[in-house]
């Protein structure tokens, strides 16, 4: 059901300086940067700093619904139902 974890957003207080390490230092391709967050590819994996957030994990399935309700059925505790997102996504968050 669960293909591979697809995105890690990790907070942080410096936004400059997180990109400088792992740009700069690091060498991680930058696929992206707003004023208060960015994110890295890191084999495929996009790994995402972010003032302001929380640490956030998420997985990749081949279909949303049917994940959410395989894991619902067995307890999962969710916060929502799947939500189409403006970035073309589908997503929901889990407790």
């Known amino acids: 059901m669960i ?3 697809y ?3 990790f907070p942080v ?3 400059k300086k997180a990109v400088n390490f792992y740009e ?3 060498g991680l391709k930058k696929t992206g940067e707003w ?3 960015a994110i890295f590819d890191v084999g495929g994996v ?3 700093f972010g003032l302001n957030e929380r640490f ?3 997985l990749l399935v081949d279909d949303v619904d049917v994940a959410y309700n395989a894991l619902k059925e ?3 505790n969710f916060v929502g139902e799947p939500k189409d997102q403006f970035w073309g996504g589908k997503n929901s968050r889990v407790r």
Request: aromatic share 8%; no cysteine; hydrophobic share 35%.
């Open 3 to 5: 293909k591979k974890i």
């Open 13 to 15: 207080s410096d936004i």
């Open 56 to 58: 956030r994990t998420y």
């Open 35 to 37: 004023g208060n967050y």
């Open 7 to 9: 995105h890690i957003t």
């Open 24 to 26: 700069n230092v690091l």
């Open 46 to 48: 996009e790994l995402a």
């Open 74 to 76: 067995k307890g999962v």
